[in-house]
């Protein structure tokens, strides 16, 4: 609401020489659709926090029950590799290529985590996790010494919705920690 009335044109009342100020009033005043703007406002400001409250207990709850682990021998830096979603109730495991990227804002430096999607293998009893690695890298033939990470979901909850997600941001902590 404020920054809207900002926009509002303003009037210049009078000039302060001494102090190089300028004072301003606005030409229109709050009337009856500025009053029902802030009402929808403030009735959507309440919804929107009861929904981020619900969003955050949920990404909670998906946070505790991942186990993130490494994979074989890791490369002297974790800035890209190979992350494999395991979720345990799924006959499939997601491999991803994974690339840490920092940006700047004009106040801090932020961490970007970029997967792209490989492929998904069907688990199976005689396969191990770094029979699955190997393959994966020699099918690509990439280098030998990319980091490989796991993570294991043990609820079942929906994969591009929300496991998906969460991962790539715990994945994204675990490596900055």
Same mark, same amino acid.
């Given at each position: 609401?404020?920054?809207?009335?900002?926009?509002?044109?303003?009037?210049? &009342? #009078?000039?302060?020489?001494?102090?190089?100020?300028?004072?301003?009033? &606005?030409?229109?005043?709050?009337?009856?659709?500025?009053?029902?703007?802030?009402?929808?406002?403030?009735?959507?400001? %309440?919804? !929107?926090?009861?929904?981020?409250?619900?969003?955050?207990?949920?990404?909670?709850?998906?946070?505790?029950?991942?186990?993130?682990?490494? =994979?074989?021998?890791?490369?002297? @830096?974790?800035?890209?590799?190979?992350?494999? /979603?395991?979720?345990?109730?799924?006959?499939?495991?997601?491999?991803?290529?994974?690339?840490?990227? /920092?940006?700047? %804002?004009? #106040?801090?430096?932020?961490?970007?985590?970029? &997967?792209?999607? =490989?492929? @998904?293998?069907?688990? &199976?009893?005689?396969?191990?996790?770094?029979? !699955?690695?190997?393959?994966?890298?020699?099918? !690509?033939?990439?280098?030998?010494?990319?980091? %490989?990470?796991?993570?294991?979901? /043990?609820?079942?909850?929906?994969?591009?919705?929300?496991?998906?997600?969460?991962?790539?941001?715990?994945?994204?902590?675990?490596?900055? @920690?």
């Amino acid at each position: 609401k404020n920054k809207l009335l900002q926009s509002f044109p303003k009037r210049l &009342t #009078h000039l302060d020489f001494k102090n190089f100020k300028m004072f301003f009033e &606005t030409i229109i005043q709050d009337d009856e659709n500025v009053a029902e703007l802030e009402g929808i406002l403030d009735y959507s400001l %309440t919804k !929107m926090k009861d929904q981020l409250g619900v969003g955050k207990n949920i990404y909670d709850a998906v946070d505790k029950q991942l186990v993130i682990e490494s =994979i074989g021998v890791k490369a002297l @830096k974790d800035d890209e590799g190979l992350l494999l /979603i395991d979720p345990n109730y799924d006959p499939y495991c997601y491999i991803y290529r994974y690339k840490v990227s /920092i940006f700047e %804002t004009a #106040h801090e430096k932020m961490r970007g985590l970029q &997967t792209d999607f =490989i492929q @998904k293998i069907r688990k &199976t009893i005689g396969t191990s996790i770094e029979q !699955m690695k190997l393959n994966i890298i020699r099918n !690509m033939n990439l280098i030998s010494n990319l980091s %490989t990470f796991r993570v294991v979901s /043990i609820a079942p909850y929906p994969y591009d919705e929300t496991l998906l997600p969460v991962v790539k941001r715990s994945f994204s902590a675990y490596l900055y @920690k």
